[in-house]
C-alpha cells in the first residue's frame, strides 16, 4: 500500500482495508469505495497493484486485445473485467445416445460456485465446501432431473433408470461445474458425488416384479383402490430429508392371464410405498412440510381413488382420512391438496385465489349494504369485518333450502361465534348439523366436523375462513349443507373457477348469479 497516494490510502483505512484484505477486492468493490469518474484512473492503479499481471501487458490493439493507457497508469485487460471471471463449463450433459441431461443449479448453488472463484482467486480455493444441505439438494434435484428427461425421451419403452455410465457422466460434470466437490485425488476427482448419485438412484427404484399366485377370476374387485395394510408395500431406504423422489410412470393395463403384476398394479404399489414414506415422517414431532409436500404430489392419485370411492360414508369419511393423512390437520397442506386437485400444474394458483377473494369481499360489502343486509363497516376492524360478512353471505346469495330450526342463521353453517360462557365441546354436541364449521372464541378459530376438531388459526386470518372451509369440502369430498350451497357454489365458480366439477344449475343459483352480476356491472 506505499505505492499508493495519500487520499487512496486514508478511503482504505477509513474502509479498515488492510493489505491482505485489499487484494480480494474486485471492480465492483472498487467503484464502491471511489465512485464517480473524478476517481477513474485512482480505481486503475488500485486495480493495477492488485493484479499486477495485467499491468505487465503490452499495450496496443494488436498485442492481445488490450486498451491503451495514459502516461503512468497500468493498461487495463478487457477481457479482465473482473478477477472473478471463470470460465463456465456447459450445464447440459450429451451422451453418445439420447437423453441430454440438465446439471442442475438455483440462486444458492450459483452463489457457491461465485465464492468458489472468490476464494480461488487468493489461493484459498482449498478452504471452500459445499455444504451438507445445498450438497443434498443438488444430488437429490439431479437424480430426479435425469430420471424425468431419461423417461420424457422414451415413452412407449420399457422403464429404466439411469445406467452407471450415465450417472459417471453427470457426476464428472457436476465436479467441473461445481469444483468445490471435487476429490484430492486428482484421477478420481468424481467419485464422491458419484457415490452420492448412486445411493440416491437405490433408494428411489421401483421394487423388482415378484411372481405371486394367480387371483382366482371372477372375485370382484375391492372399492378402495389402495390397501394401505398390503404386504405388497416395500421398505423404502428414504434419504435424511424422508422424501423419495421417484417419477411415477402413469401406465394403464390390466392384470395378464399369468398372473404378473400390470403396469397400473405397479404404480399403486409405488405409491403405496410413497404413503409408507408418509407416514413414517408423521412419526417426527416436526416432519418437514416440503417433503411432505413433495411426497403428496407422488401418491395424489392413488389418494383421490381412495377419498372419492363410496367404500366410506359421508359422516365417516373425514375421521378416517385424517387418520390416514394426519398432515390435512395443517392448513397449508389441505390448502395445497385443494391447488392440485383444481389446477395441479399452476404453482400460484393459490395466491390467484386469495387475491380473488379480496376483489370479491371488498365489491359484496358495497352488494350487501345496498340491499340492506350490512350496515356501512365503519370503525370496525378485521375480525369483526369478516364475522359481519359471514353473516351477510347466505342472505345475499340464499339458497332455497331453509335452515335447521335449532340452528337458527343460515350462516351458523359457516361460522358459529362463542359466547365468553360457552363450551365449545357442549355447543358441538347439541348442534343439529353435522357438516363444517368454523368456531370463533375472540382468540383463535377453530375448524371442526360434527363434534371433531380439525385445526386452528389465528384470528387475524379468519377473513379467508371460508377458502379453508372450502379447501377441506374439496380435501375431503364432502357435500355442501343444502342451507348454503347456493353461495358455497358461487365461491365455487367466483373465487376458485372450478373447471372439473358440474356447475350449479339450480333456478336460486341462477337469479343469485344474474343479480351480483348485474350489481357489479353498473
Partial sequence: ????????????????????????????????????????????????????????????????????????????????????????????????????????????????????????????????????????????????SMISILRASEQGKDVRYPSKHEVTSMAKRLGEYYPMLQDKDKTMKHMSIYNNLHKRLQNVKSPQKRQGPTPERGQPKKRSLIDFSSSDREENDADSSGASTIILHQTSGSSSDDGNRSPEKDSLIIQARHYKTLQEMFKKTKPNKDAVHQILDLEFDARRAFIDSDAMKEEDRPTKILDAYPCFKDLHHVMSELQRILDKDNITYIDEVKKRWEDFCAKVQFYGVSKKVMKPPMNLDAVEYAIALFKALPALFPSPTAPPKKLGNASEALLHVLQPTEDPTIYLQKRPHSALVLLFDGSRCLVTFGTTPITTFAKEDLCEGLLYLMAYYYTLHLTYPKCVATLLSVIQTEILQDSIHEQDMTTSYKKAMTEWKDFIGK
Fill in 1 to 144: 500500500m506505499d505505492k499508493l497516494d495519500d487520499v487512496t490510502t486514508s478511503i482504505l483505512n477509513a474502509a479498515n482495508i488492510d493489505e491482505t484484505l485489499l487484494h480480494t477486492l474486485n471492480r465492483d468493490d472498487l467503484r464502491d469505495l471511489f465512485p464517480g469518474p473524478e476517481h477513474f484512473l485512482r480505481r486503475k492503479r488500485v486495480w493495477a497493484l492488485i493484479n499486477p499481471e495485467d499491468g505487465n501487458v503490452k499495450s496496443g490493439p494488436s498485442e492481445g486485445g488490450t486498451v491503451s493507457s495514459p502516461r503512468g497508469v497500468p493498461p487495463i485487460c478487457p477481457q479482465s473485467s473482473s478477477p472473478l471471471v471463470m470460465k463456465s463449463p456447459k450445464k447440459t450433459l450429451q451422451l453418445p445416445s439420447p437423453p441430454e441431461y440438465v446439471v442442475y443449479t438455483d440462486s444458492e448453488l450459483e452463489q457457491a460456485r461465485k465464492h468458489y472463484s472468490e476464494m480461488a482467486h487468493t489461493g484459498r480455493e482449498g478452504e471452500c465446501v459445499m455444504s451438507k444441505e445445498l450438497r443434498c439438494r443438488l444430488v437429490r434435484n439431479t437424480v430426479t
